[in-house]
């Protein structure tokens, strides 16, 4: 049985192993639309590192317990958008180098996901006022 959405208000490991299998996803993907796949065993830290940032704001949800499909939904096309815009601008540049500004996008990432994750989590009623 694969990774699920966690029970609401029920934080648990299936939604965080989920996240953790989407930023694994998203990580080849990345580096693959790079061109050119790197030695894991040379690499395994910076890779790890970029599968955290990408898994960060669905481990939140599952960590927070919200199960509601429409955060997770939201999360997911947040995700897709900036991921996609970050492949396509390393892609753009066809080995010329990489811009620092696309390493800050990287950091930021987790942080525009997960506020629009937990925006629509709120509009739903699925998280109480802090």
């Known amino acids: ?17 989920g996240g953790l ?7 080849f993907v990345f580096v693959a639309a790079h061109g050119n796949l790197p030695n894991v065993w040379e690499h395994w830290p910076g890779l790890l590192f970029v599968v955290l940032v990408a898994a960060a704001p ?10 509601a499909k429409l955060p997770w939904l939201v999360a997911l096309g947040l995700h897709l958008i900036v991921w996609g815009a970050l492949s396509l ?19 930021a990432c987790p942080t ?11 509009l739903t009623g699925r998280i109480p006022d802090a």
């Open 1 to 17: 049985m694969g990774p699920t959405l966690p029970r609401e208000n029920e934080p648990g490991p299936s939604g965080c192993s």
């Open 21 to 27: 299998a989407i930023g694994l996803v998203t990580t």
């Open 58 to 67: 669905f481990v939140l949800l599952a960590g927070l317990g919200i199960g």
């Open 89 to 107: 601008h390393v892609v753009s540049l066809r080995g010329e180098g990489v811009i620092m500004s696309m390493g800050v996008l990287l950091l």
């Open 112 to 122: 525009v996901v997960s506020a629009g994750a937990l925006a629509a989590a709120k």
